[in-house]
């Protein structure tokens, strides 16, 4: 079946670490994206990609990085710099960019402890 | 500045009882206008596009309409099982945002047998 992969499912950091999500996707999809929900507010983009090796920042990048080395996959780093990391983060990709339809993996909860 | 106001925040209904919900956007051209369900812990699920005006989409219990301000989702005969949170959101023609997707806050429906 195709779809859209995040592993985990549960995460959690202390404070000052590091942390890598993951995304992967076999839709054949070209643009992938993150996006994080936190309660009472709509999804933000965070970043996309529309290509191998080409990713830009979107509404609230600071303190996350990406990299797209391979199609399938666009892996989320949430880095110590980001002061308020807890939250529910979801991956999506779609054909293109314009006008088509994004479709949303099954999301990585990140707890700060 | 793109928006996507969802309402009500919340709505109770009982089976059988049809209601609407509320999307009313201002962006720079709409592109697209899109709508997901969104079950607690999980990621979005695809439900309708909709592009211009005057524009109908319809799925089981599921209908979506499009003005040039707002977009109704209509519920026919709900039932328990359609209890989720529904998400807009809107894709711009023009701007700094065109392209990237702006999310409501979501709708929280619930059901009762």
């Known amino acids: 079946d195709g779809g859209i992969t995040q592993s985990p499912k549960y995460l959690f950091r202390k404070e000052g670490q590091n942390v890598t999500l993951s995304c992967e996707q076999n839709?054949?999809?070209?643009?992938m994206y993150w996006y994080r929900q936190d309660p009472g507010q709509g999804l933000r983009l965070i970043y996309y990609?529309?290509?191998?090796?080409?990713?830009q920042k979107g509404d609230i990048a600071e303190g996350y990085s990406v990299s797209r080395e391979k199609k399938e996959s666009f892996p989320l780093t949430v880095t110590s710099a980001q002061k308020n990391p807890t939250a529910f983060y979801l991956c999506?990709?779609?054909?293109?960019?314009?006008?088509?339809?994004?479709?949303f993996g099954p999301g990585t909860r990140l707890t700060v402890l | 500045e793109d928006q996507v106001t969802q309402s009500p925040e919340a709505l109770r209904l009982q089976e059988g009882e049809s209601s609407s919900l509320n999307c009313s956007y201002t962006?720079?051209?709409?592109?697209?206008l899109f709508w997901y369900r969104q079950d607690p812990g999980k990621g979005p699920e695809f439900l309708f596009t909709?592009?211009?005006a005057g524009e109908e989409k319809e799925k089981e219990r599921l209908k979506a309409t499009l003005t040039k301000k707002e977009s109704f989702l209509h519920i026919t005969a709900p039932k328990p099982e359609d209890s989720a949170t529904y998400l807009c959101?809107?894709?711009?023609?023009?701007?700094?945002?065109?392209?990237?997707?702006?999310f409501g806050k979501g709708t929280k429906l619930s059901v009762k047998p």
């Open positions: 959101a809107v894709q711009a023609r023009y701007g700094g945002s065109q392209g990237n997707l702006i």
């Open positions: 990609s529309q290509i191998v090796n080409d990713f």
């Open positions: 962006v720079s051209g709409l592109r697209g």
């Open positions: 909709l592009y211009s």
């Open positions: 999506a990709s779609s054909r293109g960019t314009y006008t088509d339809t994004q479709y």
């Open positions: 839709l054949n999809h070209d643009a």
